[in-house]
């Protein structure tokens, strides 16, 4: 598979589609604000590396549209910090001690993973703790973003986005760690409830999560 170039145009489509999910040659070009032919030359290329995939969407007037997303592949081209090793791993355990053992170590290496983001986060209002705690994401690979969907003055509500799964592999062959991850997000902000809302192993493009502070 082609090497995509940091910062390339290619790269800044691939990130696009990451965030957005899909999306026409048009919002691609507008958004990234190139030229509608250089985006379809450049998605034609992301094609044959099988990076894109693309089907047609009829509209309620004219002619059929072609919607692009990342492929399987496409995905991979962004960071995860575990992969095949880790299930290879997890798959290993399973074998020698069995299911329930792994389901073990999954929740004990997320209550670490609690322990040291409750030690980042420290104290503050939800927001600063908020701000901390996608800047952790970032750091691991997850490309989160801090939505506030709450203006009143305190802030008590905020949709938490993840683009990209770092550990999409573990994920995938153990969905159980999905639910740790939830039930770390509640530990290390235990004033707050906290919901996922998509999750991209139900096929969505993104993990979210609401947060808001109880009442």
């Given at each position: 598979?082609?090497?995509?170039?940091?910062?390339?145009?290619?790269?800044?489509?691939?990130?696009?589609?990451?965030?957005?999910?899909?999306?026409?040659?048009?919002?691609?070009?507008?958004?990234?604000?190139?030229?509608?032919?250089?985006?379809?030359?450049?998605?034609?290329?992301l094609e044959?590396?099988?990076?894109v995939e693309?089907?047609?969407?009829q509209p309620?007037?004219?002619?059929?549209?072609?919607?692009?997303?990342?492929?399987?592949?496409?995905?991979?081209?962004?960071?995860?910090?575990?992969?095949?090793?880790?299930?290879?791993?997890?798959?290993?355990?399973?074998?020698?001690?069995?299911?329930?053992?792994?389901?073990?170590?999954?929740?004990?290496?997320?209550?670490?993973?609690?322990?040291?983001?409750?030690?980042?986060?420290?104290?503050?209002?939800?927001?600063?703790?908020?701000?901390?705690?996608?800047?952790?994401?970032?750091?691991?690979?997850?490309?989160?973003?801090?939505?506030?969907?709450?203006?009143?003055?305190?802030?008590?509500?905020?949709?938490?986005?993840?683009?990209?799964?770092?550990?999409?592999?573990?994920?995938?062959?153990?969905?159980?760690?999905?639910?740790?991850?939830?039930?770390?997000?509640?530990?290390?902000?235990?004033?707050?409830?906290?919901?996922?809302?998509?999750?991209?192993?139900?096929?969505?493009?993104?993990?979210?999560?609401?947060?808001?502070?109880?009442?």
């Amino acid at each position: 598979m082609k090497i995509i170039q940091q910062h390339s145009t290619k790269q800044d489509i691939l990130q696009y589609l990451l965030k957005e999910g899909e999306a026409t040659a048009t919002q691609i070009a507008e958004a990234l604000e190139i030229t509608p032919q250089a985006t379809r030359r450049h998605l034609k290329d992301l094609e044959e590396e099988e990076l894109v995939e693309h089907a047609a969407v009829q509209p309620k007037m004219g002619r059929p549209q072609y919607v692009y997303q990342l492929s399987r592949i496409g995905r991979g081209v962004f960071p995860h910090r575990y992969g095949e090793f880790a299930v290879s791993f997890l798959d290993i355990l399973a074998d020698t001690f069995g299911e329930k053992q792994v389901g073990e170590v999954l929740r004990k290496q997320w209550e670490r993973k609690a322990k040291e983001y409750s030690k980042f986060l420290s104290d503050g209002s939800l927001q600063e703790r908020m701000t901390k705690l996608v800047e952790l994401r970032r750091q691991e690979g997850y490309m989160a973003e801090l939505h506030k969907i709450d203006e009143t003055k305190n802030g008590n509500k905020f949709f938490l986005a993840e683009h990209n799964c770092a550990i999409v592999d573990v994920a995938e062959s153990y969905p159980s760690v999905c639910g740790h991850e939830l039930e770390m997000f509640g530990a290390v902000l235990p004033d707050c409830i906290v919901e996922r809302t998509h999750w991209i192993n139900n096929g969505e493009h993104r993990c979210g999560y609401l947060i808001q502070l109880k009442q």
